[in-house]
């Protein structure tokens, strides 16, 4: 059997050589023909479509096509319009070589999943890596190769409202969500990605660091040690890296002062020299010539930069069609750095079959069985049940009943428009059942449901239109006053036997541009919340959102709160599904709760200090803390209830003490403790308890998903190996040294249940 592996794996590797040889070898001819002008233009990616994700268009020329000055388009949809635009590049242009089509597909094509904060927090690594792959399989049915996802950034200031984009706070989970991302969209095997018509490339954003903008606002600047960012930023964008991602895009913030659009030690040394990346990397929109406003130069001169940094494509700036021939006749920029360039995007177009034929994205037989179908919608609700995170559930008032009288309150009870979330720019919002919809089939013959609007998402009506931009979508904003609209729904209230109160934050709300200094529910909708409390009716705040909250009033006064963030095309159904337990929640969340914004930025692996705050005191002088607050979050990562209850066991260690390059194995009994069926997601973190730096007081390290039926017990085994035990040091070596280690095992990330070893 050994024999055969070995014989199996040489003759993958040599198989391998053979189609990086032929590719080599043809893109080498292909570009001795190539003019100077058409290989800069191989770099241009213009916007040209209907789908606005940034300030600038650029119409459509089709002389610029037919001049071969253009690499790919974005933001356009339709197979027949694609099909077009590709049949003018090949066939009408000197070198007929094909165009890539991307688009802003980040967590669904037509079949919305839930934002990626939401999808995280189901720790579901099999269902977010088919989520991907169900978006492969739409968008390249609807003639798509290349995908702007996934986002990976590490993210500690709910106030960043891309924070809805990625995967939360810790680089572990990060890094296995951005891998499987990767297997979804590209094909889970990394020698035969892109293979098959149904896969297309991912693009790994926003590297780097873009998560740790200042002050959690848009387009701002990061700076932070280059230990942090290899310990805690830069994880998830090796792993995606490693899984073999065809690209990466270049975030807009700077790093050591320099953006990292022209930052080449961001996107050579490290990228390409340090990781091995061989893919290309695009710019985000606009940002090379957004560097003018950044204050490193003017148009040519951080053209050049870009370009001499390893940066290969520009985002409709048009900076490298106007700029690069002028640079390269200065001398600024070399004939070796453009070939570099246009040779990787070829590479990009090769692996993806475009030479071979240039309309493989356009064959899928009858589309529309494919996208939107039922089995894609299943998944999907499916997914965002999971994503559900149960936040409080004061005398088991969740899961309702299906009897007597039922309110449904709030400004986002009836907009399934809103439902899908930020970046869902491909897909037709309008398909959405809304959840006052979706609760009258769940109830239909059961109970009776009530509706009132209750309030307009904020008082301020400047402040809804900014939070509610997309075009052709209308938030229905009520013209009667506030008064009038809070009477209706608490006489409708008094009517109920429960009241669910559907509130929280619009979709662009969240996303990009869409910082917030204010991340408590908005004052109209906290307004009516307090008033309908004040009834006396039990309520349940059903919270949708696109980063973590402030919750203090709403935490200690409100019986029950389920965060079902933005759940995608099929959320009202899967919101009924966990409202009268036809599915127990199970999601834990993945990116802390503050108490206030003054705990901005908060997270779980923080580092101790030399004046730590005792175990069990909210204040001490001369320690740690705040005059006003505790230092803890409201809700910590990996939290999360269910309809049932669940007790772990004491940790076992294999060994009490492990040599150097060795491993242990750390396991935990879970027992089902309640009286329904549940899912458990069981997390191990580990602590270095001296380093030659400050060490986290926990990293998460494992983690896994289990269900339990009543009474049920099960062995959670997880293996520790020399990479869990290791970090980056001083001098950003990788090292695991010496010491002790305590290994947490529990439902959160604050358990106390624990076991120690040392490593010799």
Partial sequence: MRSFLMILTLCVAAASCSQKSEMDAFIDDLMGQMTLEEKIGQLNLPFTGEIITGPDRDPLAIESIQAGEVGGLFGLTGLDRLTELQRIAVEETRMGIPMIFGADVIHGYET??????????????????????????????????????????????????????????????????????????????????????????????HFALYGASEAGRDYNSVDMSRLRMYNDYLPPYKAAADAGAGSFMASFNDIDGVPATANRWLLTDLLRDEWGFDGFVVSDYTAIKEMVAHGIGDIETVTCRALDAGLDMDMNSRAYLEHLKNGLEKGIVSMKQIDAACRRMLEAKYKLGLFEDPYRFFKTENPEEVIYCQEHRDAARKLAAESFVLLKNENNLLPLKKEGTIAL???????????????????????????????????????????????????????????????GYDFNRDDRTDAQLRNEALAVARKADVIIAALGESAEMSGENSGRTDITIPDAQADLLKALVATGKPVVLLLFNGRPLILDWESKNVPAILDVWFGGSETGDAVADVLFGDVNPSGKITASFPRNVGQIPIYHSIRNTGRPLPEGEEYSKYTTSYLDSRIDPLYPFGYGLSYTTFEYGSVKLSKEAVGAGESLVAEVDVTNTGKKAGKEVVQMYIRDVVGTTTRPLRELKGFEKISLEPGETKTVKFEITPELMGHYNYDLDFVAEPGEFIVYIGGDSTTKNSASFTLE
């Avoid at 999808?119 to 169900?134: G, M, Q, Y």
């Avoid at 037709?428 to 307009?456: I, M, Q």
């Fill in 112 to 205: 919305v999943f839930p934002i990626p904060l939401g999808s995280s927090c189901s720790w579901d690594l099999e269902a977010i890596e088919n989520s991907a792959r169900i978006s492969a399989i739409e968008s390249t049915a609807g003639g798509l190769c290349w995908t702007f996802s996934p986002m990976v950034d590490i993210a500690r200031d709910p106030r960043w409202g891309r924070i809805a984009e990625g995967a939360g706070e810790d680089p572990f989970l990060g890094s296995r969500i951005a891998e499987a991302m990767v297997r979804g969209y590209q094909g889970a095997d990394k020698e035969s990605q892109f293979s098959q018509p149904d896969q297309m490339m991912a693009c790994v954003k």
């Fill in 409 to 471: 309150i709030g400004p986002l009870a009836d907009n399934g428009v809103n439902l899908n979330g930020t970046w869902s720019v491909t897909a037709d919002n309008h398909k959405n059942k809304n959840l006052r919809e979706a609760l009258e089939d769940a109830v239909a013959g059961h109970a009776k449901l009530l509706y009132a609007k209750g309030s307009n998402l904020v008082y301020d009506a400047d402040y809804e239109e900014r939070a509610y931009w997309r075009d």
